[in-house]
């Protein structure tokens, strides 16, 4: 419990300004006492008050790892504007995925200005770049969502959600595909997408400026959830006959990152690659060695930009020749 009772909001407000003196402006105890006219001590116990009541909060954290050699050798290769490697330490999966998303976070932070059309996709991953991102108030920025709904019990890594979570930190408008990823057939999808709304949207999100998205992998043991309650057991056996390694943007791609030919990828509402490729600037943010495979005809296919990944699965992209 904290050691100070409030008792107006005139010393809350001299807390924020000993608080903002102290840590923001670096003036010592001594310059602020001066500055707020009470002693030295009482200057100390107002900035105790302040971290206690909460005006003040510290974080420490450690600055990410990135193995730049990896990633310059990640963008010569592959034609990248940029790269970033984080050192998964042998992490996998969840345990990468904050890491990933702060890393994520830096690079739209660095991209995003005034007047962006930014494209959403959606995953943990996702989830995690959203919530790794620096508020800041923007002007006329506009976030689409450019694949359509998982229909997931966790709402927080669906797409309306990470589009509404990224638009918020920007301050900025939100453009909605209110339409399931995966339908039952392709004439569904016809039909849906004749919608006049549906088509706006869509065709919104492949004028974006900027994209970041999500790799999936259909390795047997990734829990990724993105055809999660969505695509059948008879469907994926399907599509790992048929040569899949992954999916990006919600369709399916094979080793050498062609849209997978399989009936699936007739059933899938999003912009589509051909829409991604149209996007000036895109972001992949995905990593663990289980997606090598995914991420490497992501890059091979030329949909991504800027790949923000761990080490075992750059390392896995980077030994496979061809």
Same mark, same amino acid.
């Given at each position: ?13 001299? #807390? ?10 670096? #003036? ?267 991420? #490497? ?26």
């Amino acid at each position: 419990m904290p050691s100070v009772v409030v008792q107006d909001e005139d010393y809350i407000q001299l #807390l924020y300004q000993v608080g903002r003196l102290y840590y923001e402006e670096g #003036l010592t105890q001594s310059e602020i006492a001066l500055r707020v006219h009470r002693s030295r001590p009482s200057v100390s116990r107002l900035l105790t008050a302040a971290r206690e009541l909460g005006v003040v909060r510290i974080e420490v954290s450690v600055p990410l790892r990135q193995e730049e050699h990896i990633a310059r050798a990640l963008e010569q290769r592959f034609g990248l504007r940029s790269a970033s490697v984080i050192v998964s330490g042998g992490r996998t999966g969840d345990a990468l995925t904050p890491d990933l998303g702060r890393a994520g976070a830096e690079h739209l932070d660095a991209l995003v200005e005034d007047g962006t059309v930014l494209g959403v996709s959606n995953g943990r991953t996702l989830a995690a770049t959203a919530k790794a991102l620096r508020a800041r108030a923007t002007d006329r920025v506009t976030v689409v969502q450019i694949i359509g709904a998982l229909g997931s019990e966790n709402f927080m890594i669906d797409g309306p959600d990470v589009t509404r979570a990224v638009a918020s930190a920007y301050g900025g408008m939100c453009r909605y595909l209110h339409v399931p990823l995966l339908v039952p057939s392709a004439a569904i999808r016809e039909n849906l997408t004749a919608d006049p709304r549906v088509r706006r949207s869509l065709d919104a999100g492949r004028r974006a400026d900027l994209a970041v998205v999500g790799v999936g992998s259909v390795h047997l043991t990734d829990s990724s959830p993105l055809f999660e309650g969505l695509r059948s057991e008879e469907d994926l056996e399907s599509i790992l006959a048929a040569g899949a390694v992954g999916h990006l943007c919600g369709e399916h791609l094979d080793h050498r990152g062609n849209p997978l030919d399989h009936p699936i990828n007739e059933r899938v509402i999003g912009i589509g690659l051909e829409g991604l490729r149209q996007i000036p600037m895109v972001i992949g943010v995905a990593g663990g060695a289980e997606k090598g495979p995914a991420i #490497l005809a992501a890059l091979r296919g030329g949909y991504l930009d800027v790949l923000v990944t761990d080490d075992a699965a750059a390392r896995y992209a980077l030994s496979q020749t061809g």
